[in-house]
């Protein structure tokens, strides 16, 4: 596709203009904003994709609706077609929610500070340089693409799990029934994207940190939705690009990793 | 020499009559969880293998400890054995059978199982432990059939099956080592992180294979008129001592780790499994029932006297099968997923559907058995008279 920033912004431009909406809607209400998000991306040409969760914007904004937020859960499970089975043991889950102390168990301390203690913080898959699902899988079902993103072909998985095992974040998900007999009252227009290929029943999916939209020049619909409403707090940028808006939020935050002791190199970072 | 199959009593044809009703009750509920997803089934997203994968590594074991009596006949030139290796080969055959549909029915999407060959994976445990298994299996039969062939004809078997069967002795290791690594090599899960899983694998096989065999070995006695031999049945015995030793003390091991260390992630699975985690404790019975029946058959085996009497070195040898699969075919895996990864627990019990799919594959592993029993005593009958 090989559409960098520049073409990208304008073509999200005119799309605005024909009142399609989209980021550059965003560029004009909050400038500036998008520029620090996108610095340093041609989104085609990524070498380590990583994201930066800024925690503080996020429950900032989690805090001040009444049911919280779940923008980017609702736009990634739409566009990827994620049916909702209505019960946590069989749950399928891209992006998603959970308590500080789940997200982050190997830091116990009974006396933390009371702004992140019980509160939501946003999981997702995080595409390790060092995968150890990638490792395990018999039949290279899921794979550590060039660019650094930890990608899952649905059509080859043979459903044995043991990336399931093998991850130590509860990040990978199994069909364990067919997704379109998922309760029709918690999925009533399933399929929700048409375009994303459906997969069957009996394999395991995981986020792909969108490797559909990012081959197009897009963000990942997560992060798209995070910007529409202006809050920025889910950063998409290459890592292995000095100047990035990644390895910038990097260098002035500090920032912490999921069970970093265990050697797998997330790419999320979370500021706290 | 498979006529020798058809040819039985009413007790015989009734025992695989029986077992192929299990095995069609079996099917049936397979074909329902083929149908519906394995959502029939009690796993979930956080213990995502259950019963299935827990009777794999069970019966890789028990296949495994083939080799205990195998080893002491070539290796030890320990000729009473000879009587019985046969009946150890085709108990592993039968086991690596049951091993490889535990896998099939655990398989999300089983139409895809020849991607594991059409895309080789080196770096994945479960693409060697395919080919171990296999290897094993084809081993076991080609050495198993002309070993009771050359014996019908009163020859000598031929050289190359010598070949074979030296290979299959590490072979035997190597299938439950491999078997031990599927989980010991895996960030993140503490009860499987083990440099001695393989250890304690090995010595709970060794234990828990030979004592199904004593226990076979005395149907064969009560069923047929070939005796495998009472010599025969007391060194198994005192395998199964040994091995029923360094198994309780591998996993005291674990425990001493685990406790004098403190570190949570060590001691979670292990106060799950025997004092119950966050309100979850469904297994500590099964778990307490592990430990009594370990130390009670431990006592009767050590004790000379209780060794000796078939009567209660058969108790031994059930008690000790008991608290072996549980601690192997249940414990392991549940403990291992327990607590997930967010350190919250999910309870695992497997369903009515699930458990009747096992014992269609028990029966299938059985009726194996039952045959290539069948045809082996039969030879050695025929041979004897």
Redesign the interface.
Known sequence: MGVDRREFLKIAGYATLFGLGGKAAIDILAPGELEASMEGIPLTQGKRWSMVLDMRKCLKQQEAGKDGCKECIIACHREHNVPDWGNPMHAIKWIWQDKYEHVFPDTPNQFIDEGVRHKPFILMCNHCFNPPCVRVCPTQATFKRDDGIVSMDMHRCIGCRFCMAACPYGSRSFNWGDPRKAPKELNPDYPTNPAYPERSMGVVEKCNFCVELVAKGEFPACVQACDKIKVNALNFGDLDAPESNVRKLLREHYTIRRKPALGTEPNLFYII | MLERAIKGTHGYWGWLIFLLALMGLGLGCYLYQFF????ITG????V??GLYIGQLTYFVGVAASGVMVVLPCYLHDYKAFGRITILGEFLAVASIIMCLLF?FV?????T??M??I??P?P?????WD?IVLNVYLMLNIVIGWNVLAAERKGVHYKQWIKVLIYISIPWAFSIHTVTAF??AG????HYWLTAIMAARFLSSAFCAGPALLILLCLIVRRVTTFDPGKEQIRTLAGIVTYAMIFNVFFFLLELFTAFYSQI??HMHPIVFLFQGLQGHGNLVPWMWTAAVFAILSLVLLIVPATRRNEGTLTVACIILIIATWIDKGLGLIVG??T??????V?DYWPTTPEMLITIGIWATGFFVLTILYKITISVKEEVAA
Not at chain 2, 123 to 127: H, P, Q, T, V
């Open positions: 519906e997803g394995l959502k796993m979930s997203r956080d995502s293998w896998v655990d398989l999300g999407n089983p895809r199982i991607n594991v059409l895309y994976s770096n994945s445990i479960l693409f395919m599927l989980y895996i960030p993140g899960r949570p992630g291992g997923f607590p997930t990864p967010f350190h919250t999910t």
